[in-house]
């Protein structure tokens, strides 16, 4: 990976998502930011961070962005370094909690604020993306595959599912390189990918 390529991996839970993206930055040979976007909620979520730490080099530098991604690399990051963003699916899941006023039903937030809120994250990671351009990094972003499962029993779940589905799509669209994890096994959609035309031009 050179110049400012941008890399989306997509993968489940324990799929090796995250373990690919370390190896990368490891193999680019240049200095590394590893930005965490997850917060110690719970014992078992604080276990699996620290989890998460003990397998990184000690040269490579950590800060944590729960919410504000663009403006905490543009301020940690160095022109030419390798910039490993984990995770894309707690970032959105922290900034719906944060779209939502505290006690408030979710069910009662209008398609129209939903909207909103989905808006301002691809916009925030449009800018990211722009922003790594800009300053010579190597951004790769990890993020969850979560559209194949079973549909979410509530509705922030499925607005989460869908908001991440969106979200997914407008990181791939930027991106250099997609790659998909499945039990470890990698596959480069990018390479693969081939223009549908569904219907033939009138």
């Given at each position: 990976?050179?110049?400012?390529?941008?890399?989306?991996?997509?993968?489940?839970?324990?799929?090796?998502?995250?373990?690919?993206?370390?190896?990368?930055?490891?193999?680019?040979?240049?200095?590394?930011?590893?930005?965490?976007?997850?917060?110690?909620?719970?014992?078992?979520?604080?276990?699996?961070?620290?989890?998460?730490?003990?397998?990184?080099?000690?040269?490579?530098?950590?800060?944590?962005?729960?919410?504000?991604?663009?403006?905490?690399?543009?301020?940690?990051?160095?022109?030419?370094?390798?910039?490993?963003?984990?995770?894309?699916?707690?970032?959105?899941?922290?900034?719906?909690?944060?779209?939502?006023?505290?006690?408030?039903?979710?069910?009662?937030?209008?398609e129209a604020e939903w909207r909103t809120i989905e808006d301002a994250a691809v916009t925030e990671l449009v800018a990211l993306c722009r922003q790594a351009r800009a300053q010579g990094l190597a951004l790769a972003l990890v993020s969850n595959e979560v559209g194949m499962g079973v549909v979410p029993a509530s509705p922030l779940g499925r607005r989460y599912r869908d908001a991440l589905g969106r979200l997914n799509q407008a990181a791939a669209a930027t991106a250099d390189a997609v790659l998909l994890v499945i039990a470890g096994l990698v596959v480069d959609l990018k390479q693969i990918a081939r223009p549908v035309i569904l219907f033939p031009p009138e």
């Open positions: 990976m050179g110049g400012s390529d941008i890399t989306l991996i997509l993968g489940g839970v324990r799929s090796g998502k995250s373990a690919l993206a370390e190896r990368i930055a490891r193999a680019s040979g240049r200095a590394v930011l590893y930005v965490a976007t997850a917060r110690a909620l719970d014992a078992e979520l604080a276990a699996r961070i620290a989890q998460h730490q003990a397998r990184r080099p000690a040269g490579w530098r950590t800060i944590e962005a729960p919410m504000r991604l663009a403006s905490a690399i543009a301020e940690h990051a160095q022109p030419g370094e390798f910039v490993l963003l984990d995770c894309l699916t707690v970032w959105l899941s922290n900034r719906l909690v944060e779209g939502v006023d505290v006690g408030r039903d979710p069910a009662t937030v209008t």
